[in-house]
Each structure stands twice: as structure tokens, then as C-alpha cells.
């Protein structure tokens, strides 16, 4: 294994609960997506050296009987092994589908991503610069906030930690919001909700904000907003959706390898590091990808 | 003026903030669809005695100088003029675009309707049926209940005023719910939101149950519901689908002539009455569509 991809939507696999996968037992090795070299192959498909991605899950060596399970990575010079899990992996392809198959922003449209310096929010954000809207990033702290307007390119960034963050909203969006792409949940989908543009579409990717929480929280007050702008709202997982990969690669790989499209990565080095990464997603301290690099990589 | 027809939306146009049409002003005449009778005309399209449907407002005559904002009204025998305000007017034409171009409930999948009872509830259970479904209404009182299983075939009925409503509902779908549509928001929508199967339809036609509240009350808890299970919702009013109305009226129209599908209007008479019958609808003592019918007609 070369690098382990930790996410919040692994959170969601700790509960009792059943969401779109089985809940993690006790005992079990975490379920996590990876990417390794083959050291030893029965498969020809998958030869020894070539590098794939997959549910590899939080262990030093991993042990696949169901090939089909497995993407093999393509070796590309000048591109990073993180850029896989990053911007071109599934992170990367959960950005793309939520945008082009169901966000659709046109050129002129305003787009709001959350968390957009996280893995998912960071190549949201990028994407739709690319298609001609208007794009704002909520994010945490004005260090993220920096981070999307001059790095990323983004129209404005709204700080969500800063006590005025509704008024930055108000001031970053003053054509109101065509496409939000949520990541979040929480008081800042309320808000984002209560400035949607007539026939939005709302992209409901993640609802980090209460993936700790032993309850929900309450749901959007402004939800009455759906229905008197006749919005449209698609709730989706990045699983159905992998037949997109061939397009998405398409598109994306080459933004990635000319530098149009960066994938940004939080790198921490050591196996024994993943109990304490993963809490970097929720208190914010990681900007794009976090993942994991195993010590042997 | 023959008859004016009273609607939950109606409500929302008293409220000072615009909603999908501007507010009614303070000594303007009261917004309303109703039918009337051409009695004078310099338009060739609409000569004296021609049926007409638009938004009339509560008056007892009504001038009109812009003929776009009417529709002729076959004059059918055996078909009621009330009839052309209920199952074959707008309210028909919300639930059937509702189900047909958002909903699309497949044979076999569980359907659920709240203020089935309405006149758009009423209307979308029995299209529903139509279409193949098992078809659960939400309404209030055993007597409502009873109106929906036995006159209107729908599979199951739910009286969201007894105690064990909830194990009502549970009992009532125990293949989980494919389709909402949904006209009441509040913890009905939010115990259906529970219960939805993955890839469900949220046709979200109206939220009565806040239309009199000051403030909008808390949203839906089970939201992430959508997210997990990848549902599509889609808020929707009727007046950006009157394009509709030809393939609607085709498939409907022979439906209510044949008794197939019951138009069912509680109707009110005495323009006096206009004030004190809207509050029918807030209170569920009307079923099906809420009319009031002139004195002269």
C-alpha cells in the first residue's frame, strides 16, 4: 500500500446504522479507499508493479480476491501517485458527476460550494470556473478563504468562521445562488437555501457538519425555498456513478497534468498517524485531500 | 362569475413577502382562480356564453382586458361545471404533472400522498393507482381515511390525527415509499422522509401545515435522508406547467367523464361565504376541491 485516502463519508461507516454501505464491525479492518502497487498477481490484468485504487481499507498489505474491486492507476509522468486519490480519484469524480450531471451551471450562473477547501469542494469549485459561472467558496478560516480566491481562482470566499459569514454570503452572491453544492448541511445550507435563484439545483453531495452528532440536528428552516423556487435537489453517491470515470478522466486528467485544474493534498506520512488524521476533516486543519503515505511508499 | 375556487396557496399571497406571484395589496380585490360566463365580449375567441377559467379573483363580475389570461371551458355534458375547477382544473393538473413528470411511480412501487384528501391529494392518489402503484393517502380523521380506501380504491389511508399515526404509516408501507408527494410538510413529511427507498421521488407540491405560521417551523430532521439514499426532489408549482394542459385534459378528461376518476369539490354556496370558507382548509373540514359557488349561477 502507498497511500491510504481518509474522507468524511468514512465517519458515516462507524455507526450502527446502515447508510449506502454496511456499517464497519467491530474487529474489522476500516474500510477506506487506497492506492497500492500489485506485488504478486494471479490476474493478468493486474501485473505485478502496476498500481491500482480501491476499497484497499486502513492496512499495510492488502489481500484482493475480487479483482473487479480494483482500478488500475496509470503511471503518468509529471503527475503526483496523490493526484490519483485526489483530484483525479473518486473525490475527484464526485466533484465532476455532482457538477455536470446534476449542478449544470451555465456560464453567468452563480455556484456556492461548502467546504470548499476540502477534497471534493476544492475540484467543485475549480470545475465550475472552468464552465463560466460565478463561483463562491464557504470554507473555514480566512488562511482557506486566501487559499480559494488566489490559488484556486475563486470569485469570493466566505469564511464561515467569522462572526459577519452571512453577510459575506449575502455580499459574495448579490444575484442570489443557481447552483449550491453541499457538502455540509447545517445552518450554512439554511442560509444558502434562502438565497436560491428560481429553478437552482442543489447538489447534495455531504453534510459534514453533523456526521459527529449523536442525533441529527434540526432540519433547514428555509427548506420552504425548494418549493417556491421550484428547485430541483438530487442526493447522490459517488458509487453509482463510477461509469462516468472514463469522461470525467477525459476531462479532468488533462487539466491536471497542464496545471488548469490543481489538486490540492494534505500529505501525513505513517500508518500509526490514520486514528488521528482522520479527525483533521472535522476540525478543518486539512485543505484538499487528506491522505495517508505509508512509510515503505 | 359562477364559481371562485379557494386554495392553500392563496394563502401565501397574503403574506407581504412575494412568494412565486406578488403579495395582494391591502384594498385589492382577493386573488382566485374561478369560472365564469362570457357575458360581453369584443374578442371573437371567448363570444357570450362561453365558459372561462382564470384567475377571476373573489367578485361577482369580472372585467378582464387581457384575454391571454383565460381559458375556454368546453361546455361537456354529464361533467359538472365544479367538476372543471376540481379533478379537470388546475389542482387536477398539479397532481397529474406531479406524478407524470416528477413522480413517475412504476407498478408495483408504494406511493405516498398527504392532504390526500385535497383536491390535488385526491387527484394524485387515483392517477397513481392508475399508473400501477400502491397507493397510501395521508389525511385527517377516520372519516377522510375511510373516503380514500373505500370511494377512491387507494390501498391504504393514514389519519394523521389518531395517536399511532405514525405505526400507521409503518404499516402501511412495509416495502418502504418510492414516491412522496407532498402537500403538507411538517413531521408528516419528515416521518415519510424516513421511509424512503433509495432513488424515491420528493414531489413537493405544497407544506400547508405552515402556511399559517408567523415563522417557518424547524425542517425536516430525517434531510439527510435525501442525501443517503440519493433521492431526487423537485419543488414545482403548477403555473410553469400549463403547457401541460392538452396531454393532461386527453388522458384525464375521458377518465372523469367515465366516472373512472372522481372529482370530488365540497362546495360552499354564496359569495358572503368566500371569508369564512377558505378556513375550511386549514382546519381539513373540506374535502376534495373547496368551492364557492355564486348566488346567479
Known amino acids: 500500500m502507498e497511500l491510504i485516502s ?3 463519508t468514512n465517519r458515516g461507516w462507524l455507526n450502527e446504522t446502515p447508510t449506502y454501505l454496511p456499517p464497519v464491525g467491530i474487529g474489522e479492518v476500516m474500510r477506506a479507499v487506497g492506492l497500492g502497487r500489485v506485488v504478486a498477481s494471479k490476474n ?11 476499497l484497499l481499507g486502513w492496512q499495510e498489505w492488502a489481500v484482493i480476491d475480487d479483482a473487479t474491486m480494483l482500478l488500475p492507476v496509470p503511471d503518468v509522468p509529471g503527475v503526483p501517485l496523490t493526484a490519483h486519490l485526489g483530484a483525479l480519484g473518486t473525490t475527484g469524480l464526485t466533484a465532476w458527476v455532482g457538477l455536470t450531471d446534476i449542478g449544470r451551471p451555465q456560464p453567468g450562473e ?3 460550494v461548502s467546504a470548499a477547501g476540502g477534497a ?8 465550475a470556473k472552468l464552465r463560466g459561472a ?11 478563504c486566501a487559499l480559494l480566491t488566489d490559488q484556486l481562482h475563486f470569485d469570493a470566499a466566505v469564511d464561515h468562521r ?7 454570503l449575502e455580499k459574495a452572491t448579490p444575484d442570489g445562488i443557481d447552483v ?12 444558502v437555501f434562502g438565497r436560491l435563484n428560481l429553478r437552482a439545483r442543489v447538489v447534495l453531495c455531504g453534510l459534514i457538519s453533523a456526521y459527529n452528532d449523536a442525533e441529527w440536528p434540526p432540519g433547514p428552516t428555509n427548506f420552504p425555498a425548494l418549493l417556491v423556487q421550484r428547485v430541483h435537489l438530487q442526493g447522490f453517491i459517488v458509487l453509482d456513478h463510477l461509469d462516468r470515470a472514463p469522461a470525467f478522466l477525459a476531462e479532468v486528467a488533462p487539466l491536471v497534468h497542464s496545471a488548469q485544474l490543481q489538486s490540492l ?17 472535522f476540525d478543518g486543519t486539512n485543505v484538499g485531500k487528506l491522505l495517508v503515505r505509508l512509510a515503505h511508499a
Open 110 to 112: 452563480t455556484v456556492v
Open 44 to 54: 493478468l490484468r493486474y501485473p505485478e508493479g502496476q498500481l491500482v485504487s480501491g
Open 162 to 168: 467569522a462572526a459577519d459569514w452571512r453577510h459575506q
Open 180 to 191: 449550491d453544492f453541499e457538502n455540509v448541511g447545517g445552518e450554512i445550507m439554511d442560509a
Open 6 to 8: 481518509l474522507d468524511p
Open 120 to 127: 471534493v469542494g476544492s475540484v467543485a469549485g475549480q470545475i
Open 265 to 281: 493534498e494534505t500529505v501525513i506520512d505513517g500508518f500509526e498517524e490514520l486514528p488521528t488524521a482522520i479527525n483533521m476533516l
Open 134 to 144: 460565478r463561483v463562491v467558496g464557504i470554507a473555514g478560516g480566512s488562511q482557506k
